[in-house]
């Protein structure tokens, strides 16, 4: 599967984004699909996932309550919804997939076979 991440931009502390990653084939029912965001110097960190259905989410700490992602497997998308923004939410944010239909929790970069380029999104305060 290849995947395209889309959506990152400026914006304000307080506003809200919506990012999307749009994967190539036929499978896509069959992945489940993650964000990680990196930040200038700091490690790739794990940001949301969803399970291949869309039944279930998982979230860090740092955006539960903030963030949404949800997925439209007609449309071969995952979205991140991205509200009340903070500045150290600036990073790029990258969207992954791994090829597994279960409904464990998966939050390592090691995790996904799959990855798209990174979309910039910087919050300024």
């Known amino acids: 599967v290849q995947l395209q991440a889309s959506g990152g931009g400026l914006v304000q502390a307080g506003g809200s984004l919506r990012l999307s990653c749009s994967a190539s084939?036929?499978?896509?029912?069959?992945?489940?699909m993650a964000w990680f965001r990196q930040a200038p110097g700091k490690e790739r960190e794990f940001v949301t996932a969803?399970?291949?259905?869309?039944?279930?989410?998982y979230y860090a700490d740092s955006v539960k309550g903030r963030f949404t992602i949800s997925r439209d497997n007609t449309k071969n998308t995952v979205y991140l919804q991205m509200n009340s923004l903070k500045p150290e939410d600036t990073a790029v944010y990258y969207c992954?997939?791994?090829?597994?239909?279960?409904?464990?929790?998966?939050?390592?970069?090691?995790?996904?076979?799959?990855w798209g380029r990174g979309t910039l999104v910087t919050v300024s305060s």
């Open positions: 992954a997939a791994r090829y597994y239909r279960g409904n464990d929790y998966y939050s390592g970069p090691q995790d996904y076979a799959y």
């Open positions: 084939g036929r499978t896509f029912g069959s992945y489940g």
């Open positions: 969803i399970s291949w259905s869309g039944g279930r989410t």
